[in-house]
């Protein structure tokens, strides 16, 4: 009898998780279910206590559960492209795809947030329904140089398209009831030696560039937790840097979510609670332990781990988990391909248009180049997505009503037939594999100039891939390769002579060099990476069905040598296959900083990153400029209005942007307007020019105007200086363009 009052006392005693009650199971955990929380379940050393079980399966890790205290574990799986888990389980004949989405590149090239939002949710849909809690996405480090392997994974060069779209991405993942990392926090922006990398940047430029886009998504947005990086940045591990994740992060940004670490990601257990990083994943027992003997011998104040405690606990009771949600392993695939294939269609880049292009289905096309046979969705590593199907460029002209030129279609499906086995490794549907290699190009001849007569134009695919872990290499990636050139050459010499055009389709994870080739080609369609439904978007950006819309989010310079972190990014392993990540631990994790490029890596172009650096210091060394991209139809602008609002003193002070725009072509279609702001630059070193917001038209018919608006708070001109922001007095020309090298138009005004 005693010892059932006793039981139903303690029952009643012990209180289980509630959003109220936080701060009192704070109080009632041990030391050891508190490092239980923070150290993910790749650690063993708890599970005597408190789990196990948890997870989904290709899910990428979890927390520890401590079910006297009703702490359920939470799942983390990747993005961005889509939610990253194995498609099939044992035992079971039940799949568990998911829809692979665009790239993130491609969707910062739609410069529409209604439309990433629309993929967030979709994507949101399928975390909650496949019984995961956070997304670790988006991917949002600034394209800082071509050759980062990790490039297709994030937005643009620019802070601003990053930061908008981000947001727009987190909102609509996030409105799922699931939560969203962004990552990777901060200046991760090569992957050789990513673990152990040192970037050196200033002040302004982390603030202005590298940390702004996260600033801007932190701001609007608030994701329910964001990744820190593996690198050092300035001598300090990302992960390690309270001044990062604490005084600018929290502090300064008013972020109120979870710290999770990289995967494995920096090495002193209690320096990271210190400095802010609530959740050590995936975890270790090394970990765990670390952090209880931390605690134990004085190197870690109990208040540390109980803020990063509580902040968990925060971002528990807010997850599916928690609220013990039914998930039905059976998202709508079909809505969402839908889905994926309306963002694809606006991310396609019209680069050039010589009378080429609308055309088709009527007539007989020439399809050429091995991707187009094996079309690439997505990238590879952590960002790869398991989807059910990609839809490659055959199939989708084919379903478009396009009839394809016999000759070398049947040329090219036996060739791929054989080469299968090495695209199935290099499709980005088999991740962490080496990208390089694609099926070499060797169409004969004969059939070139045999369907140069019996056909009406030549669409040619040239494909690359590449992902996480490594860099991309100059010479097999980021270059043309001899044998693509001669593709491109003998197919424009055949179809030229005919009076016939050719079209190149760009099927790729990042710009390739294009000044040496661009003038063989007739039209050139940057489709990107677009995701399982590439094919169909590409028919209908080729036949007109769909006029174009993107513009490019980075600059595509004319060689490689003219970017601006060219001198000071690696390069050092051309002659070798492959440059991992993890090229350089040293003994003890000892920083002895020695190679350049490669143990430190110098931020010496500063702010001048992409547009900034060539609209200001080479101008002549751009092939395509920031924010480019053609139509099938012509767009008028007129009624340039700026309006101050809020007086001087205020800090909501914003200049408000107006402008019509009319479609004066005869196709309906969608334009972008890009406001730039050049700033006085006398007392302050400025940029020629920065973006400060930009609008996509909804779909214009001939003939129809609308009125874009656009907002720029007064704050966002400010310059990082001396410690603080620090706005320039003058005259400031506010200028409306169609990318970072048109005039555009112009209104000047003081502030
Ligand atoms: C990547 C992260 C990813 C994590 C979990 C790491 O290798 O850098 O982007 O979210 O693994 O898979």
Known sequence: MLTIILAAALSVATPVLREDNIPQIVSLLTLEEKAAILVGCGSTAFDGIGRNDVGVKGSAGATHPIPRLGIPSIVFADGPAGLRIDPVRPGTDKTYYCTGFPIGTMLASTWNTAIVRSVGEAMGNEVLEYGVDVLLAPGMNIHRNPLCGRNFEYFSEDPLLCGEIAAAYVQGVQSNGVGTSVKHFALNNQELNRLHNDARVSERAAREIYLRAFEIAVRKAQPWTLMSSYNYINGVHASENRWLLTDVLRDDWGFRGVVV???????????????????????????????????????????????????ALELIVKCP????????????????????????????VLLKNHGALPAGPDGVTALLGVTSYAFIAGGTGSGDVHRPYVVDLRQGLSDAGFKLESGLDEFYTAYMQDERWRCKMIDGNNSWVIDRERPIEVVPDELIKQAALTSDRAVVTIGRVFGEGKDRDLYYSYMLQEREVELLRKTADAFHAQGKKVTVILNVGGVVEMASWQDLADAILL????????????????????????????????????????????????????????????????????????????????????YRY????????????????????????SDLKIEKTGSLSEDSKCLKVSLTVTNTGKRAGKDVVELYVKAPGRSIDKPERELKAFAKTPLL???????????????????????????????????????ASDKGLRKALRL
């Open 527 to 610: 489709c990107w990476q677009p995701g399982e439904e590439g094919g169909h978007s590409v028919a209908s950006a080729l036949s007109g069905e769909v006029n174009p819309s993107g513009r490019l989010p980075m600059t595509i310079s004319r060689r490689y040598e003219d970017e601006p972190s060219a001198a000071n990014f690696p390069r050092v392993f051309e002659d070798k296959p492959f440059n991992y990540s993890f090229y350089r631990r040293l003994e003890g994790n000892k920083k002895d900083y020695v190679v350049k490029d490669i143990d430190y890596t110098d931020y010496a172009e500063d702010i001048y990153v992409g």
């Open 701 to 739: 018919e001939p003939g129809q105007s609308c009125t874009v608006q656009m907002t720029v708070p007064v704050e966002s001109l400010a310059s990082w200086e001396n410690g603080a922001w620090s706005l320039e007095k003058g005259r400031y020309r506010i200028i409306a363009a169609r990318n």
């Open 261 to 311: 670490t990289d995967w494995g990601g920096g090495y002193d257990t209690a320096a990271q609670i210190h400095a802010g990083n609530d959740l050590i994943q995936s975890g270790s027992d090394a970990r765990y332990n670390a952090l209880i003997e931390a605690v134990k011998d004085g190197r870690l104040a109990m208040e540390y781990v109980d803020a990063c405690v509580t902040r």
């Open 614 to 637: 060539f609209g200001t210091k080479a101008r002549g060394a751009v092939a395509y400029p920031f924010g480019y991209g053609l139509s099938y139809t012509s767009f008028r602008w």
């Open 321 to 348: 988990a928690f609220r013990g949600y039914k998930f039905s392993e059976a998202p709508d695939l079909e809505a969402h391909a839908k889905v994926c294939r309306a963002a694809a269609d606006e991310g396609i």
